[in-house]
């Protein structure tokens, strides 16, 4: 805590083909791990269907211990294949969101000054998104 760090961090939770379920928007400041238990558990009211989550290595301690004795589900957390760069089967579901969404200017960087403003505009983006591949096949 106490750290000067400019900027926000948007936390996702997304189903196995990449649709948004839940976005949590918090201060840069803030450790991914202990944020993230916030949005698992916010996501499972939401969502309460949710069996278990996939998440990478920075979720590795206080939210994996978290979702298996606070929320009892599960949570996998696959390990590194080598030491160098190396595409992860599951990961790349949740970045590929990210770059959806930095199709969108105002989510492209920090623009909005409040957190729910930035969370709405995410959930708009993808609902612009969906709009768009239903209109398309």
Same mark, same amino acid.
């Given at each position: ?43 499972? %009211? ?6 278990? #989550?996939?998440?990478?290595? =920075? /979720? +590795?301690?206080?939210? *994996? @211990? &978290? ?22 089967? %599951? ?6 969101? #990210?770059?959806?969404?930095? =199709? /969108? +200017?105002?989510?492209? *960087? @920090? &623009? ?26």
């Amino acid at each position: 805590m106490g750290k000067k760090i400019k900027g926000r961090k948007r936390h996702i939770v997304v189903d196995t083909q990449g649709h948004l379920l839940h976005i949590t928007v918090h201060a840069a400041n803030q450790h991914d791990s202990p944020a993230a238990c916030q949005v698992l558990e916010q996501s499972i %009211k939401k969502h309460p269907t949710i069996q278990g #989550f996939c998440a990478d290595q =920075g /979720y +590795r301690k206080t939210a *994996k @211990d &978290y979702v298996e004795t606070v929320l009892k589900k599960t949570m996998e957390i696959p390990s590194r294949i080598s030491d160098g760069w190396a595409v992860i089967a %599951k990961r790349w579901v949740v970045e590929r969101t #990210f770059s959806w969404f930095n =199709g /969108y +200017r105002r989510l492209s *960087k @920090d &623009y909005e000054i409040a957190i729910t403003t930035a969370e709405n505009f995410a959930y708009i983006a993808h609902s612009m998104l969906l709009l768009y591949r239903f209109s398309a096949s």
